[in-house]
């Protein structure tokens, strides 16, 4: 497969129904959106870019955005015909909670929630950012090529709709360093928010610093929270984070969220272990 430009993209959208506080979009996968673990799967960025989409296609009565996302995949989300329903559950002018549902045919595989928040240019003075890690380093100037991990065999569809310069701790435990960049949009024919983009490659949190012997072992993330404190202001999303692993089959990896400028967000994955 090539490597994805902006003409390519994840999915298209073939179909829209708008009711009241809902709407039902009919959506078609491309290659692009395959993932590491089953060919016949997504990868997690591209389901969460999709809830991501979705959320943002939704009316508010003020400026909002997004602030916060759950994601649970009940399991692995396939390259088929999806549709996915999302509606408000909360309105309100400050605060807005919404729920994304991907279907299957009848068969819910991904429920994700998200919180909008009322934008205001009033407290300007209350900002206090915070300068990304000096471990993390500036975005990339030059892309090298992309290795993948032993024990996978192949280069997912969706990370060659990527920019992917991963760093590799050396044990478990040790942080580790990623920046990313989606090079494809997410729905074909349409501008890819920043928050959207964020969303696509934030997932490539679950692999940040989990050292492992893939060729005996698997390291699938069910699940992805994301809060956003900031929307990113550049197409390069940095991640530096750390992960850890329980005796009993269960991992976390936790990750600070980075643009060009500093850090906007937290992310944190649960992992399901497992061996091959």
């Known amino acids: ?43 997690g960025g591209a389901v969460s870019a999709l809830v991501a989409y979705a959320v943002d296609r939704m ?4 400026p909002m955005r997004l602030a916060r996302f759950s994601v649970d995949m009940f399991r692995g989300v396939p390259l088929t015909p999806l549709r996915v329903e999302t509606r408000i559950i909360r309105g309100g002018r400050r605060i807005q909670g919404l729920e994304t549902t991907i279907y299957d045919g009848d068969t819910p595989v991904t429920r994700a929630t998200a919180l909008r ?12 950012p915070i300068d990304s890690a000096e471990d993390l380093g500036a975005p990339p100037e030059v892309v090298p090529e992309f290795e993948m991990r032993s024990g996978f065999g192949r280069i997912p569809p969706f ?24 090079r494809a949009r997410v729905v074909a024919g349409e501008e890819t928010t920043p928050v ?28 992805l929270s994301v809060h956003i404190v900031r929307e990113p202001c550049s197409d390069w999303i940095g991640l530096r984070g750390v992960t850890t692993r329980s005796a009993d089959g269960i991992g976390l990896s936790s990750a600070t969220i ?12 649960t992992l399901l272990l497992d061996r091959r």
Request: hydrophobic share 35%; with cysteine; aromatic share 6%.
């Open 159 to 182: 990370v060659m709709a990527c920019d992917l310069v991963p760093g590799h701790a050396a044990v478990c435990g040790e942080p580790s360093s990623t920046w990313a960049r989606l």
């Open 196 to 223: 959207v983009g964020l969303a696509a490659v934030v997932d490539f949190a679950s692999g940040t610093g989990n050292a492992m012997d893939y060729e005996r072992y698997t390291s699938i993330n069910p699940d």
């Open 1 to 43: 497969m090539k490597k994805a430009g902006n003409d390519d993209a994840l999915f298209e959208r073939k179909g829209t129904e708008t009711r009241d506080d809902a709407e039902t979009l009919e959506i078609h996968c491309t290659p692009y959106a395959g993932g590491p673990w089953n060919p016949v799967h997504q990868h």
């Open 258 to 269: 980075n643009d060009a400028e500093g850090v906007i967000g937290r992310a944190n994955a």
């Open 59 to 62: 009316p508010s009565p003020v």
């Open 117 to 128: 928040v009322r934008t205001t240019d009033a407290l300007t003075e209350l900002e206090a």
